[in-house]
């Protein structure tokens, strides 16, 4: 007897992302002379022999890949935004590269959004020569040793929905961490609560 169950194809990151691109070079000062991902890879686009594929690394060791081709040049026009189409790619970067961004971008001539408070995040928007939106995120918290980001996220989102705010902000967040250590981390103490020893 077969084993009909429908069941979860289970992932585990996000391996790649390809893009559509123009020209060779024009993909390369973007990506790399831009945004400074190391160009680490160069083939053919495999399903594709007009076309050429190129690698960077965003800095996670996963990959950024996009298609070229000679006879495509930059359309500064922004890409769709209907149904099913990709609204923006976001980049994490440090929050001392974050607050380098705009000045950077405007010494380019890049127009962008100026930062942006997004509660548990800083962002900052831009287009890149083909018209896709870029946001740069930096988070406004380093989670606990052997912990990630979505863990604290979903303890915070927890803690908002409890308290009733509108979105995450640093509150949020700073109970969340709390929790996580006092939940996973052992003590001596039998009264771990808030003391005020002044």
Do not use: C
């Not at 069941?7 to 391996?15: E, L, N």
């Not at 001392?96 to 127009?111: C, E, H, N, T, V």
């Not at 100026?114 to 287009?127: E, L, Q, T, V």
């Amino acid at each position: 007897m077969t084993d009909t169950a429908i069941r979860k194809i289970q992932t585990q990151g996000v391996h790649h992302i390809t893009l559509v691109g123009a020209d060779r070079q024009t993909t390369i000062d973007f990506w790399e002379g831009v945004l400074g991902m190391p160009f680490i890879f160069d083939q053919p686009n495999l399903d594709d022999p007009d076309e050429g594929h190129l690698y960077f690394d965003p800095g996670d060791g996963r990959l950024i890949t996009i298609f070229t081709n000679e006879t495509r040049k930059p359309d500064p026009a922004r890409t769709s935004t209907e149904v099913g189409a990709v609204h923006h790619v976001a980049f994490n970067v440090s929050q001392a590269s974050f607050w380098q961004a705009a000045k950077r971008l405007d010494a380019r001539g890049i127009r962008h959004s100026g930062p942006k408070d997004r509660g548990f995040m800083d962002s900052i928007y831009f287009n890149d020569p083909l018209g896709l939106t870029i946001e740069l995120a930096s988070y406004r918290f380093e989670p606990p040793e052997g912990v990630r980001h979505a863990e604290v996220m979903i303890e915070a989102h927890r803690i908002r929905v409890e308290r009733g705010d509108h979105h995450i902000d640093r509150e949020h967040l700073a109970d969340a961490i709390e929790l996580i250590v006092h939940r996973g981390q052992q003590s001596l103490s039998t009264d771990r609560s808030a003391k005020n020893p002044f």
